[in-house]
């Protein structure tokens, strides 16, 4: 599923955006707030919903490099 995920993730986000897998569990797209953000977003949740029943979501990182780490670290938990 992994894999599947990921094919996903780089249709939705194609410009070199980070794109990363935690363990087994969950995957990660490091974007850039743009304005078409939110229609990118929607697209990928209707598309992992639909294939794999699973839920997504979006955190914005905060603003101060040790509290975005912190944040990614306990997202990949």
Do not use: W
Request: charge should be positive; glycine fraction near 8%; aromatic fraction near 6%.
């Amino acid at each position: 599923m992994p894999i599947l995920i990921g094919r996903d993730l780089r249709a939705a986000f194609p410009g070199g955006e980070t794109l990363s897998l935690a363990r087994a569990g969950p995957a990660f797209a490091l974007v850039t707030a743009r304005h078409d953000l939110p229609l990118r977003y929607a697209r990928l949740r209707r598309s992992i919903q639909a294939t794999f029943g699973t839920q997504t979501r979006m955190t914005p990182l905060p603003g101060r490099l040790p509290e975005a780490l912190r944040l990614v670290d306990e997202l990949a938990r």
